[in-house]
């Protein structure tokens, strides 16, 4: 049980937190300036919320939403036994691979987040974590409009020629940007300032470039549910006699069903929405649909889908549409990603606990008499990123709205349920109030110093091998290849080690480590691939590696060339 005065500041820590994660980029020093730096920072935040909880804390926690609760500890169990089976590398399962960063640990810090924001217990800590909501939104919109107009200043490599955000990829910015709008429309409705109101105009117009410059069908869907959401309820709330929101309500539902048949080459909206990528998600989802089936206790692990994808994907995919070289490492589906890494259990209870979080929204809204700003923005997050989920990935900075808003739900129902309060707190007692502030204030940079170590190693590898690469030190390369727990062993850097060495000469470095990265990670295809064209494999390395490949890949036709 906590304090009045520690929650609001806690409620604070936890908005800051998520808005922070979702904008924290930097240029250098390592070659990921955005997934790698997340999970970092959500690390060190989210272990830090540690300080401000005890345990009779918790247990009020268990015993305000012990559904929720057991639920998620039961999906955070599954995701480790996941880790500990599966035949991918324990430091793959944990940190995740390059360029993702969702392992184990990224979950589990979204475990801790949820669990963080269940102890609030006003409605002015709800409004911190929308207001956070708003922030990163802006800041988005507005680096947009920067860019458009001065160019960015991030030392992006950009193969999209599109606005990539904070998120470095235009997907999840168009996403992001959908999310924002939504929220900020939801605001408009709500807010008695004038001046404010202007303000949500000017950020609505620019917001809406922003998205366009995204150049992705996928944040204009996402817009088009958070907006269509917010003025359904307007709309509810403001003409209750004329029942005019089931007149817009239908209408919405048919746009939405001809855009649906656009996007999979039917219809009128077809060259406007249908993209190739459509048809790409479609192979993903079937070999990721496999890869559960094939291991329905546990999965494949946790980010180690791109192990297998080769493996179960469709003879079609491999030899027609779309080819032996197009290859994926996660399902653009967040409901089969949690399939294929975690078999069953995970897929079951992540689907719980989306689908309870759901209800208890719903039961929220049907009470609605009149525009309530916050539960609306709400609804078009949890629905926005809904929608996402099914054609997109678990991205750190979209992923940790998508977890967070789950129990931001569940609180701002219980709030509403029992008339604006809780009865958790504890009024009247300064003195045990202080004491509780008094530790917080030594436990919590504790708790993230915490965080800093367990979440430091994936960060400091990249950036010790970056730097070799950049300098181009045969001495820093290869201490940046020596296994540590500040520098965990990474199959995509061994691969891309080897060509470098081989393409500089060093024959002799490229062989050794080629040999180190088939023994790490024997599943990982580029691995064998490396080995068998390095220049000093012998015949019974290279057939080996052709072995292992084409057990790996077994429907790449290009293989059966090779001798």
Same mark, same amino acid.
């Given at each position: 049980?906590?304090?009045?005065?520690?929650?609001?500041?806690?409620?604070?820590?936890?908005?800051?937190?998520?808005?922070?994660?979702?904008?924290?980029?930097?240029?250098?020093?390592?070659?990921?300036?955005?997934?790698?730096?997340?999970?970092?920072?959500?690390?060190?935040?989210?272990?830090?919320?540690?300080?401000?909880?005890?345990?009779?804390?918790?247990?009020?926690?268990?015993?305000?939403?012990?559904?929720?609760?057991?639920?998620?500890?039961?999906?955070?169990?599954?995701?480790?036994?996941?880790?500990?089976?599966?035949?991918?590398?324990?430091?793959?399962?944990?940190?995740?691979?390059?360029?993702?960063?969702?392992?184990?640990?990224?979950?589990?810090?979204?475990?801790?987040?949820?669990?963080?924001?269940?102890?609030?217990?006003?409605?002015?800590?709800?409004?911190?974590?929308?207001?956070?909501?708003?922030?990163?939104?802006?800041?988005?919109?507005?680096?947009?409009?920067?860019?458009?107009?001065?160019?960015?200043?991030?030392?992006?490599?950009?193969?999209?020629?599109?606005?990539?955000?904070?998120?470095?990829?235009?997907?999840?910015?168009?996403?992001?940007?959908?999310?924002?709008?939504?929220?900020?429309?939801?605001?408009?409705?709500?807010?008695?300032?004038?001046?404010?109101?202007?303000?949500? $105009?000017?950020?609505?117009?620019?917001?809406?470039?922003?998205?366009?410059?995204?150049?992705?069908?996928?944040?204009?869907?996402?817009?088009?549910?958070? =907006?269509?959401?917010?003025?359904?309820?307007?709309?509810?709330?403001?003409?209750?006699?004329?029942?005019?929101?089931?007149?817009?309500?239908?209408?919405?539902? *048919?746009?939405?069903?001809?855009?649906?048949?656009?996007?999979?080459?039917?219809?009128?909206?077809?060259?406007?929405?249908?993209?190739?990528?459509?048809?790409?998600?479609?192979?993903?989802?079937?070999?990721?649909?496999?890869?559960?089936?094939?291991?329905?206790?546990?999965?494949?692990?946790?980010?180690? @889908?791109?192990?297998?994808?080769?493996?179960?994907?469709?003879?079609?995919?491999?030899?027609?549409?779309?080819?032996?070289?197009?290859?994926?490492?996660?399902?653009?589906?967040?409901?089969?990603? /949690?399939?294929?890494?975690?078999?069953?259990?995970?897929?079951?209870?992540?689907?719980?606990?989306?689908?309870?979080?759901?209800?208890?929204?719903?039961?929220?809204?049907?009470?609605?008499?009149?525009?309530?700003?916050?539960?609306?923005?709400?609804?078009?997050?949890?629905?926005?990123?809904?929608?996402?989920?099914?054609?997109? $990935?678990?991205?750190?900075?979209?992923?940790?709205?998508?977890?967070?808003?789950?129990?931001?739900?569940?609180?701002?129902?219980?709030?509403?349920?029992?008339?604006?309060?809780?009865?958790?707190? /504890?009024?009247?007692?300064?003195?045990?109030?202080?004491?509780? $502030?008094?530790?917080? $204030?030594?436990?919590?940079?504790?708790?993230?110093? =915490?965080?800093?170590?367990?979440?430091?190693?994936?960060? *400091?590898?990249?950036?010790? @091998?970056?730097?070799?690469?950049?300098?181009?030190?045969?001495?820093?390369?290869?201490?940046?290849?020596?296994?540590?727990?500040?520098?965990?062993?990474?199959?995509?850097?061994?691969?891309?080690?080897?060509?470098?060495?081989?393409?500089?000469?060093?024959?002799?470095?490229?062989?050794?480590?080629?040999?180190?990265?088939?023994?790490?990670?024997?599943?990982?295809?580029?691995?064998?691939?490396?080995?068998?064209?390095?220049?000093?494999?012998?015949?019974?390395?290279?057939?080996?590696?052709?072995?292992? /490949?084409?057990?790996?890949?077994?429907?790449?036709?290009?293989?059966?060339?090779?001798?």
């Amino acid at each position: 049980m906590l304090a009045d005065e520690l929650i609001s500041k806690f409620s604070k820590y936890i908005a800051f937190a998520i808005s922070f994660v979702t904008l924290f980029v930097i240029g250098s020093p390592v070659s990921d300036p955005v997934n790698i730096t997340k999970f970092l920072v959500l690390g060190i935040f989210a272990v830090g919320a540690l300080g401000f909880l005890s345990f009779k804390t918790l247990n009020s926690l268990w015993s305000a939403e012990r559904v929720f609760v057991t639920v998620l500890a039961v999906f955070t169990v599954s995701a480790f036994l996941s880790t500990i089976l599966s035949e991918s590398p324990i430091t793959q399962n944990l940190y995740g691979v390059t360029g993702r960063n969702t392992g184990f640990l990224t979950f589990f810090y979204f475990g801790l987040l949820s669990l963080a924001i269940l102890t609030f217990n006003k409605v002015i800590h709800l409004k911190y974590y929308v207001f956070a909501l708003i922030f990163a939104g802006v800041f988005n919109i507005f680096y947009g409009l920067w860019v458009r107009i001065f160019g960015d200043f991030m030392p992006w490599t950009n193969v999209y020629g599109a606005l990539l955000g904070t998120f470095g990829n235009p997907d999840f910015a168009g996403a992001f940007i959908g999310f924002s709008l939504g929220v900020l429309l939801s605001y408009f409705f709500g807010c008695p300032n004038l001046k404010i109101k202007a303000l949500l $105009i000017v950020a609505l117009l620019v917001g809406t470039i922003s998205l366009i410059d995204t150049k992705t069908v996928q944040g204009i869907l996402v817009a088009a549910i958070t =907006i269509s959401i917010t003025v359904f309820f307007k709309i509810r709330s403001s003409f209750t006699k004329f029942k005019l929101h089931i007149l817009f309500a239908i209408s919405i539902i *048919a746009m939405g069903i001809v855009s649906l048949f656009g996007i999979f080459q039917r219809g009128p909206l077809e060259s406007f929405l249908y993209k190739r990528s459509v048809s790409l998600r479609g192979v993903y989802w079937d070999a990721a649909i496999n890869t559960g089936n094939n291991h329905v206790i546990s999965g494949v692990g946790l980010d180690s @889908f791109g192990d297998w994808y080769r493996e179960m994907r469709s003879v079609k995919a491999a030899t027609w549409f779309p080819g032996e070289g197009v290859i994926s490492n996660v399902a653009h589906n967040i409901y089969l990603d /949690m399939y294929a890494s975690g078999g069953l259990p995970l897929l079951v209870t992540y689907l719980f606990l989306n689908l309870y979080a759901g209800y208890r929204l719903i039961s929220l809204l049907r009470r609605m008499k009149e525009f309530d700003w916050i539960a609306v923005s709400l609804a078009s997050l949890f629905f926005g990123y809904e929608a996402q989920a099914l054609i997109s $990935i678990n991205q750190i900075g979209i992923g940790i709205w998508g977890w967070s808003v789950l129990s931001a739900i569940l609180v701002y129902e219980r709030i509403n349920r029992l008339d604006k309060t809780i009865v958790t707190t /504890m009024k009247g007692k300064s003195s045990k109030a202080s004491s509780q $502030i008094s530790k917080s $204030i030594v436990l919590v940079p504790l708790f993230m110093l =915490i965080g800093l170590f367990i979440s430091l190693p994936p960060f *400091a590898a990249d950036a010790k @091998f970056t730097n070799a690469i950049n300098k181009q030190d045969l001495n820093l390369l290869e201490q940046s290849l020596n296994p540590g727990y500040f520098n965990p062993m990474n199959s995509d850097r061994l691969a891309r080690a080897v060509i470098i060495l081989g393409n500089s000469n060093l024959h002799e470095q490229a062989y050794k480590y080629a040999k180190v990265g088939v023994e790490f990670n024997p599943r990982y295809f580029d691995a064998w691939n490396v080995l068998y064209y390095a220049k000093l494999s012998t015949d019974s390395d290279r057939k080996l590696a052709l072995e292992n /490949m084409k057990l790996l890949d077994p429907n790449n036709r290009k293989l059966e060339k090779l001798k």
